[in-house]
């Protein structure tokens, strides 16, 4: 069980905390009155460790958050809220971000659903349009940064009608020689989490894993029906249903686009957001799909040779409880 902060204390001599607005494995996030900005509201994420964790590992996993909570305060983007301090008070770690005030997606489309009506798509293109600005200037950063937590919860949209992808949470730095690094442990949410950020640590994921969850989250926003996760998919393809047999109203570039964002390989992918996102407004999905394609009798990466891997453990899975079901 995760630390808590008592409601009332003031941390780092600045922050007082006003009450919890998230929680998750990792801690708690409060929301917090800066005692040095009078009127400043910020919402202060706690990072909790294993318990389990030997002392070595436990003071490495620490340095790695200073050093990537550094990289984030760098950031300065619109659709971001921005990282202002990160501190230490005994065995867990703090990030202070800007208080997003406003609705999250997962607010809106329950709205939606209650009133039995479906999102306007020229509304959710409009939030897409940020939110693939905003994933654009994480993945060019130096090294590249994921999120890899994309879903409808993590974004909200503040009264003046500005998107802001929050939930630093999962966020990865994708360093020199393809390895990754984690700043707090977790796969992501599984209706919207690809099938290759399952490998662990051990498996690349680069930026067609945001644009699988990015096009996942579209898929739920204008169909109101939560995307089929991976696995399922994997095991019955007929699993997921196409965007416009559930709202007629989708236009067929947006669900073609949609439908290639959700592609289970990552080679199956748009490479970049950008790409992803001229298919949303318009440009040939079938275009930019040869655009992007690899060339026959390409080598496969050993990203790829991974992957493959993990895809065969799940049919072999599946074989072992279809035998085990029928003895």
Not at 92 to 109: E, I, T
Request: proline residues 6%.
């Amino acid at each position: 069980m995760p630390f808590q902060t008592r409601i009332g204390a003031v941390l780092h001599e600045r922050y007082k905390i006003e009450r919890i607005i998230g929680q998750g494995g990792y801690g708690f996030i409060y929301l917090a009155q800066d005692e040095r900005l009078a009127g400043r509201y910020c919402a202060v994420k706690q990072v909790s460790y294993d318990p389990t964790f030997p002392p070595a590992m436990l003071q490495e996993a620490r340095e790695q958050f200073m050093r990537e909570a550094t990289v984030l305060a760098r950031l300065d983007h619109p659709n971001l809220p921005k990282v202002s301090d990160f501190f230490s008070i005994e065995d867990n770690d703090f990030l202070v971000m800007d208080y997003v005030p406003g609705d999250d997606l997962r607010a809106l489309l329950a709205k939606a659903e209650n009133n039995d009506k479906f999102l306007q798509e020229s509304e959710v293109l409009g939030w897409a349009l940020q939110i693939g600005d905003a994933l654009t200037y994480l993945h060019t950063q130096s090294p590249s940064i994921l999120h890899r937590d994309i879903k409808p919860s993590n974004i909200k949209l503040t009264p003046s009608g500005l998107v802001k992808l929050v939930d630093f949470g999962l966020v990865k730095l994708l360093a020199p020689g393809e390895v990754t690094i984690t700043i707090m442990q977790g796969q992501g949410t599984a209706l919207y989490t690809p099938l290759e950020q399952y490998g662990g640590e051990s498996s690349h994921t680069d930026a067609r894993a945001d644009i699988y969850a990015f096009a996942s989250t579209l898929y739920h926003l204008l169909t109101k029906t939560a995307p089929a996760n991976v696995r399922d998919r994997f095991l019955n393809p007929e699993s997921l249903a196409a965007p416009r047999a559930l709202n007629p109203a989708i236009s067929p570039k947006v669900e073609e686009a949609i439908l290639w964002g959700m592609s289970l390989h990552p080679n199956d992918r748009p490479n970049t957001v950008r790409e992803f996102i001229k298919a949303l407004t318009g440009e040939s999905t079938s275009r930019l799909r040869q655009l992007t394609s690899h060339g026959p009798g390409s080598k496969l990466e050993p990203s790829e040779v991974r992957l493959a891997w993990i895809v065969a453990g799940l049919a072999f899975l599946s074989l072992l409880m279809t035998i085990i079901h029928n003895l």
